[in-house]
C-alpha cells in the first residue's frame, strides 16, 4: 500500500530556515541518531545519561543555540532553537533533552545581567560542554509563585548567607552552577535577588527526586544552610531579579511547545511503521479505516501546531514580545500532544504499553509538559491577564 503522508514540515522549504539551518538540521539529525536514539532506553532504565554527552553536543554546536557569540554561541537565533527542539523530541526522551539543555534556563540570566567578569567565567565552560548549568527557582510551598519566595539571602561583609529550599531542580544533582532566586528585600517581586550557587560551597546539599518521567534526567532538592556566596555571584542588581526570571520565559516557553511538537512526530512515526507491519485479521492495521482516520485526525492536529510554533519564532526573531501566543501555544502543544501520545497508545495496544518504546515513554512524559514553564492553568490565566480580561 503507498502511503503519501506530509512531511510535517521537516523536509519542507521554510522561508524561515536559511540554508544554515537546514545545514545545521542534517548535522543536528545526524548526531543524535547516532549518539542519542540508540541509547534513550538504555539511559531512561539507568536513570542518567553519560557526562561526556555535554561535551559531544558542544562540538556540534547544540548548546551554543541562543548565546552570544563572543562566549562561543551562535547568537539569537528563535528558528535555529525551534529547530533543534523538535529533532531532539523527536528522538523520543524528554528526560535527555531536559538534562542536556539545563543550560537554557540556567544561563540566560548570566548572560542579560551577569557581570563581564561572571560572564567570562561561567558561559564560555557551559557551553563547551565543561560545566553544566541549572535554574533553581521553585520552592516546596510554591510552585510559580515567584514573587512569594520564601528562600532568603542576608548580606554580610563580602558575601551573601543563603538560607531555604529549591526543589524539582533539573540537574540538580551534577549541575556545577546553579542560578537561583533568593529573597534579599521586602516582600514581593521588588525584593527579589538572582545569584550563582556553585556546587561544593559549604552548606549546600542536594537530595535527589524520583520521578514519573524523565528518568534519564536527575531532579533534585537543594537545601541551603547558611550558604556563603560571595557578593560577585550576584546576577544583575540587588532586588532586580524577577525580570531576569521572566526574561526566560519566552524562549523556554517556546522551546518546551517544540519539544511537544518533536515528541509527537516520533510517537507518530513510531505508530505508523507498527500499522503497516501489524497484522490482524490477514491484513496490516493500516488498512483498517479506524486506524488511516485516526492518523489523519492526528495529522491535523499537528499541522496546526507546526503552524503556530513556526510563526512564533519569526515573531521572536524580529523582537516581538507575544506573551499571550506563547502561552496559549504552549497549552495547544501539550494537550494535542497529550491526545496525539494517547491516540498512538491505542494503535499500538499491548506493545505501546511495554517499556522501550517512545510511545509508552512519552505517554508518561505528556504531564511534566503540561507543568513545565508554567501549568496549563498558569498559562491560561497569564494569557487571559495580558488580554485584559
Known amino acids: 500500500m503507498s502511503l503519501n503522508l506530509p512531511d510535517f514540515g521537516l523536509k519542507r522549504k521554510s522561508t524561515m530556515f536559511t540554508e544554515e539551518h537546514e545545514a545545521f538540521r542534517d548535522v543536528l539529525s545526524r548526531f543524535i541518531a547516532k549518539e542519542i536514539s540508540p541509547y534513550v532506553s538504555q539511559w531512561d532504565e539507568a536513570n542518567e545519561f553519560p557526562r561526556e554527552l555535554y561535551k559531544k553536543a558542544a562540538d556540534v554546536g547544540l548548546l551554543g543555540i541562543m548565546f552570544p557569540e563572543e562566549y562561543g554561541g551562535t547568537g539569537i537565533d528563535y528558528p535555529l532553537s525551534y529547530l533543534s527542539a523538535v529533532e531532539l523530541g523527536r528522538a523520543g526522551s524528554g528526560g535527555i533533552n531536559a538534562g542536556l539543555m539545563s543550560h537554557t534556563i540556567g544561563t540566560p540570566p548570566i548572560a542579560h545581567l551577569g557581570s563581564d567578569e561572571l560572564k567570562a567565567r561561567v558561559i564560555p565552560s557551559v557551553l563547551a560542554g565543561e560545566k553544566i548549568s541549572a535554574l533553581a527557582i521553585t520552592e516546596p510551598g510554591g510552585g510559580s509563585d515567584v514573587q512569594n519566595l520564601k528562600t532568603v539571602a542576608r548580606r554580610e561583609n563580602g558575601h551573601y548567607v543563603l538560607n531555604g529550599e529549591k526543589t524539582f531542580i533539573t540537574s540538580g544533582m551534577r549541575a556545577d552552577y546553579y542560578t537561583v532566586a533568593v529573597r534579599t528585600g521586602e516582600t514581593g517581586m521588588g525584593g527579589i535577588s538572582l545569584m550563582l ?80 507491519q501489524r497484522e490482524t485479521f490477514g491484513k496490516p492495521l493500516i488498512h483498517r479505516q479506524v486506524i488511516r482516520h485516526k492518523f489523519v485526525d492526528m495529522a491535523m492536529k499537528m499541522q496546526a501546531v507546526r503552524a503556530v510554533l513556526e510563526e512564533l519564532a519569526q515573531r521572536l526573531q524580529l523582537g516581538e514580545s507575544p506573551i499571550t501566543e506563547i502561552c496559549m501555544a504552549k497549552n495547544l502543544a501539550t494537550s494535542t500532544l497529550e491526545y496525539v501520545a494517547n491516540e498512538c497508545l491505542q494503535i499500538l495496544g499491548g506493545a505501546g504499553y511495554m517499556r522501550g518504546t517512545k510511545v509508552e515513554r512519552i505517554y508518561r512524559e505528556t504531564k511534566v509538559m503540561t507543568i513545565g514553564g508554567g501549568s496549563s492553568e498558569i498559562m491560561k490565566d497569564l494569557a487571559s491577564r495580558q488580554m485584559g480580561i
Open 197 to 276: 550557587v556553585e556546587k561544593g560551597m559549604e552548606g549546600f546539599t542536594q537530595t535527589p527526586l524520583h520521578k514519573m518521567g524523565w528518568w534519564a534526567s536527575d531532579t533534585a532538592t537543594l537545601h541551603f544552610d547558611n550558604v556563603k556566596v560571595p557578593v560577585e555571584n550576584l546576577i544583575g542588581g540587588e532586588n532586580a531579579g524577577f525580570m531576569g526570571i521572566m526574561m526566560n520565559f519566552n524562549n523556554e516557553r517556546l522551546f518546551l511547545a517544540s519539544a511537544c511538537y518533536g515528541h509527537m512526530l516520533g510517537v507518530f512515526e513510531e505508530a505508523l511503521d507498527w500499522a503497516k
